[in-house]
């Protein structure tokens, strides 16, 4: 019995051994076919990465790329402090290293601070065959046929723009012949100037980046491209960085810069600019791309007016199909009292003093998607203005004020370049306070007593110049230094549409109601249907400043802004374009009464201490229902 217990208690004590055995096996197993990852980032470093950008270029760098560690502080996106115009731009400051991969390249000696990629092959004659690069491919169809079943919706995606799309198409396609047949016999001189074209770009996609460097390298003479700078702003984007290092290195004479701190469109060009060799300087975006013979044009014009800023016609390619739609009209670029820039054909008068199709067009602003100038010109007059942060307006200072001190403006017929309209811009770089201040600079520095119609078109700038006026020293001593003429000159020989006796008022000014004595206010809300017109003591406030034309009450410090009624109330809304039974339809009358056309009701300013609004009521000719605009133009003149 005993002998036969402890058979037993072995058998078993082999069966747990052998159990034991076989998990452990089992482990050994696991951990063999699915080893722990190896190539752990080391702090401080930047590890290869393989990017597949869709069915587009497949990249694998087994070498790193040397990055500068940036400082916490240097992320923070704030305008940068200490800088004067251009010659300030030192490299030592505003440059992070960027290293060629090691290898068999020839590295030269680098200045303080930075280090460019270095170039290792030249560029093809032709486009080789085979590469996804190399094939041209037709257009996107308008239907969005180029997604293929299967793929998730295309939309605007945090670029602004079809990105998905975007990558799916070559880096190097050809664009459709849009120049005028005229264009097509023009002869250009060997000894045209040299040019550097300089794009900054942050975060932007990697085919919209590479596709705007193919387009120019592809359709700009070898003898006449200096070289291309690209200004890597401060991306964040993993491809950008050694990918883009690498791939950038194999191309002859594109150069790569890095900023270590958030610099924005403005000082980002600056800083290409004092990096550039070529007689001529070309700022583009990063999402263009260029017809042939885009280049000879501007070089051209440039070389027989050196005190000239020019631009090519800026056709459009769809932010969602990618296709290019050329302007079959000529455009000029003007601007508005708010300082918004945009397109409208070139007038009557103008088309007289041109001697041909392809003449040069006078224009009252470029755009700030491509805009060239002589290199020493740039600098002499003053560059950009670095006081101004970010991006936003720098494209009106510029042509403001090459026109006040003695340059000129022009579009160039024969020269077609293609430029991504983004539907809406990314979320990083919505800065619109920083726009706003950039165009309060060019109030007060260029526009003189013209100056007051901007902020009474702009509430926000308005507001933010009483808060605090900048300091324009600087650019005002430049402007006493060249020589510049005032704003007036500039409505009179330039762009005399600007101002149009049409824009006076038949109303206007402070809005008085008799029974309390006082004023309306227009009280501005974190979105427009948060805003309200309540009554205030009176007093100079722009926010009291109201116009009427006819037909709408408008708020003088927001003229997209209307009267209009909700509930019973008065309360201001977006000015709308309805002829018939409008909301926004106000009759002033001579006795004061202002009635509400659509429902033939009176205004009526509250009775109560505790209630300041506005609202509608039966009219009965009660002296809280008269109200008496500060001045009467008389009727405008049809």
């Not at 250009?188 to 550097?196: E, M």
């Not at 592809?218 to 006449?224: E, G, I, R, S, W």
């Not at 001045?631 to 405008?636: A, C, F, M, N, T």
Request: proline fraction near 6%.
């Amino acid at each position: 019995m005993f002998l036969r217990k402890k058979c037993r208690y072995g058998s078993r004590k082999l069966q747990f051994l052998l159990l034991f055995l076989m998990l452990g096996f089992l482990l050994l197993m696991v951990t063999t076919l699915n080893p722990p990852p190896s190539n752990q980032s080391k702090e401080g470093t930047f590890q290869p990465v393989e990017f597949n950008p869709r069915e587009g270029y497949q990249m694998d760098f087994v070498e790193t790329q040397e990055m500068l560690e940036t400082q916490e502080e240097s992320q923070q996106y704030y305008p940068l402090d200490g800088l004067s115009p251009f010659i300030s731009l030192r490299e030592d400051e505003l440059i992070m290293a960027v290293v060629s991969p090691s290898g068999k390249r020839n590295h030269s000696k680098a200045r303080k601070g930075y280090r460019v990629v270095k170039q290792q092959s030249r560029r093809p004659e032709g486009k080789a065959e085979g590469g996804p690069e190399s094939r041209p491919l037709p257009l996107p169809l308008q239907d969005g046929r180029a997604a293929a079943a299967g793929q998730r919706p295309l939309g605007p995606g945090a670029h602004g723009f079809n990105a998905e799309l975007s990558e799916r198409i070559a880096l190097r396609r050809d664009l459709p012949e849009v120049r005028h047949p005229l264009c097509l016999q023009q002869k250009y001189d060997s000894s045209l100037p040299t040019a550097s074209v300089i794009i900054c770009f942050h975060d932007e996609a990697w085919s919209t980046l590479l596709r705007t460097v193919h387009s120019i390298m592809d359709t700009a003479p070898k003898a006449f491209l200096k070289d291309i700078i690209l200004v890597d702003d401060l991306s964040q984007q993993g491809p950008l960085k050694s990918a883009l290092s690498e791939y950038i290195s194999k191309l002859d004479g594109v150069k790569l810069i890095r900023s270590n701190k958030r610099l924005g469109v403005i000082r980002g060009r600056m800083l290409g600019a004092a990096r550039a060799t070529g007689d001529v300087l070309i700022f583009m975006d990063s999402h263009c791309e260029c017809q042939k013979g885009w280049l000879e044009p501007l070089l051209a014009r440039l070389s027989s007016s050196r005190n000239s800023v020019v631009s090519p016609v800026i056709d459009v390619i769809d932010w969602k199909t990618f296709q290019y739609y050329h302007s079959v009209g000529l455009h000029r670029g003007v601007f508005d009292w708010k300082l918004d820039f945009h397109w409208e054909p070139v007038p009557e008068h103008e088309e007289k003093v041109r001697q041909s199709p392809i003449s040069p067009i006078r224009s009252p602003a470029v755009a700030g998607a491509v805009v060239a100038m002589d290199r020493h010109y740039f600098q002499n007059t003053g560059a950009y203005d670095s006081d101004m942060t970010m991006w936003g307006a720098e494209n009106l200072e510029l042509s403001i004020r090459t026109w006040l001190c003695g340059g000129s403006v022009e579009i160039i017929p024969c020269s077609r370049v293609g430029h991504v309209y983004r539907s809406r811009f990314p979320h990083s770089f919505s800065y619109e306070e920083a726009i706003v201040r950039n165009k309060i600079r060019i109030a007060e520095i260029w526009l003189g007593s013209f100056k007051e119609n901007f902020y009474k078109h702009d509430t926000v700038a308005f507001l933010i110049s009483k808060a605090e006026k900048p300091d324009c020293s600087e650019r005002l001593q430049l402007q006493k230094r060249l020589g510049c003429r005032n704003f007036q000159w500039f409505l009179s020989n330039v762009y005399p549409e600007l101002s149009q006796p049409g824009d006076t008022p038949r109303l206007s000014g402070k809005l008085y109601n008799t029974g309390t004595g006082f004023c309306a206010d227009y009280r501005p809300g974190r979105a427009t249907a948060e805003g309200s017109i309540e009554l205030s003591p009176c007093s100079d406030s722009v926010t009291q400043n109201f116009e009427y034309n006819m037909k709408e009450i408008l708020l003088g410090s927001a003229p997209l802004l209307c009267f209009d009624v909700r509930h019973g109330k008065v309360v201001p809304q977006n000015c709308t374009k309805e002829t018939d039974n409008s909301n926004q339809h106000w009759d002033v009358q001579e006795n004061g009464m202002i009635v509400h056309v659509l429902s033939g009701k009176c205004i009526e300013a509250a009775k109560s201490e505790d209630e300041k609004d506005l609202f509608l009521y039966a009219c009965n000719k009660n002296a809280n229902q008269v109200w008496q605009f500060e001045r009467s133009h008389g009727l405008r003149q049809r």
